[in-house]
């Protein structure tokens, strides 16, 4: 593949964590707080698990992480920039380096699955002739080579996650953060796509997993973040 | 895999649901143009009226009981035709007041005693024209009696009149225009609550503000565009067939003549553009709005 990410235009700091959360505090509306006191930091290049019951606010975490939310207390910085005191302007270019799989896919559901993995591509400003082999390539490597012209309505639940997988990495972007990326799929696939996440890991991603799959966790062997009733109680035990 | 592949609409077609949009906007383009071109019509028909009655004095010439009717009027126009300011005179003839009366008095030939007025048409100069008092004193000691229709006394209040219409008119223009604002700014609005998860996908992969603005300003500018040509080509239609049928009736009752000049026609497709313009405009402005409201 051979795409390159846009110029942020941000002054980022190279030598800074990807991402740091200092006693982070998140709460919808005036609703009960659902993350507390949240710290941590990520180096850049690490690979790491997020874990925890469901309800102890994984979900929220990564959706602080991806800027969809902002939080209501606490400070958060990607690659060393204070996302509180970012203007609306800035948030998209910081965005664009971070790749994200969602639990429900959010796959448009009139766009091919080729159109739904080149959006990234498509938003950054690339012209579909450069990167139109690289997305066949990596529908073959998902298991989707067949369905590059098929709508998401048409694909199982596996073959959706697939797509949704394949279009957070297209852009090979810094931060990867995946929320049950395995969740739909068999485990042969599902050692299959932690392949692809380890891969882009070893060239200079940094990879944060959302997960409940114990066994998966096991199997990799890298540093695991566990939340509790909003609450991180462990940071960097290795499974 | 070496096939072209041309990549899709991010905004999916929504042509079921734009139909109606559509109409309303052509609709609402078409009574637009129909008032602006109501409003040249006034235009034209109020610098015809005026022009007309500034530079014509009507005398109606009564003969005395037992004169003949024909010399007083000849006569009068002689006499008024050495005023200063006069240019011409034009001595109408009986049968031409008879005309005139007969929406009252019927079809039926009139006896020749009976009293016709003559009327007699001063054309003068509309910068110097004799006045009124001047025309009663020269026939003051005439055989006959003269009465003055001074025209220019009421052009002034059929100016007002006229340029009251002309100003309505151009302000219905006004608010049917700001209406389809109003109808394109709610649609938009719609269909972003409606396309929602476009609008949240391209945010989440990074797409700025004015990418996801300009899929929805380049949505409703077409739309527009295209209610915009319909409705200004209908009013067009409807104005030359409304200017041809209604014509007779207009010339009777001093209605402005509907039919387009060659200004509108150049006019008429410049309101599918404007119209365009003005579904883009509001469209942008709903949508920034709503995103700015939606996403911090």
Known sequence: ?239 | MTQKRRPAPLLPPEAGRDLPLLAVCAILVFLACLAVIGAAGTWRASDAWTSQLDSEITLQVIAADGTDSEEAAEEAGRLAGGLPGVISVEVRSRAASEALLRPWLGGASLPDDFPVPRLVTLNVDPENPPLASAIETLFADAAYRVIVDDNRLWAAALSRASATVRWFAIGLAALVCAAAAAVIAFAARAALSMRRDVAEALHLVGAPDRFIVGLFQERFFLLGLKAGAAGSLLALGSAFALGEIGGTAGAIFFLPSLLPGWGAIVILPLAAFASGLVAAISARLAIVTALHKRWS
Not at chain 1, 188 to 207: H, K, P, Q, S, Y
Request: proline content about 5%.
């Open chain 1, 1 to 239: 593949m051979d795409q390159t990410h846009a110029d942020t235009g941000l002054d980022l700091d190279p030598d800074a964590p990807a991402i740091r959360f200092d006693t982070v505090g998140m709460r919808y509306g005036r609703g009960p707080e659902v993350l507390s006191d949240v710290s941590f930091e990520l180096a850049r290049g690490s690979f790491q698990f997020l874990t925890g019951p469901s309800g102890a606010g994984k979900t929220s975490l990564l959706r602080l992480i991806y800027l969809a939310e902002r939080p209501s207390r606490g400070l958060i910085s990607l690659f060393g920039q204070d996302t509180s005191i970012m203007g609306r302007d800035d948030l998209p270019a910081l965005r664009r380096r971070i790749g994200v799989v969602f639990q429900d896919f959010r796959l448009l559901s009139h766009l091919s699955v080729f159109d739904n993995v080149a959006l990234p591509l498509r938003v950054a400003g690339q012209r579909v002739a450069g990167y139109r082999e690289d997305i066949v390539e990596l529908l073959n490597w998902v298991g989707l080579g067949h369905q590059v012209d098929a709508l998401p309505a048409t694909l199982s639940g596996g073959e959706q996650q697939r797509a949704a997988i394949a279009r957070a990495v297209v852009s090979r972007p810094e931060i990867l953060i995946a929320d049950e990326p395995t969740g739909n799929v068999d485990p042969d696939m599902a050692r299959r796509l932690l392949r692809l996440f380890v891969e882009l890991n070893r060239l200079g991603t940094t990879v944060l997993i959302a997960s409940h799959d114990i066994s998966l966790i096991r199997s990799m062997k890298v540093p695991v973040l566990e939340l509790a009733d909003g609450r991180l109680i462990t940071k960097t035990r290795t499974a």
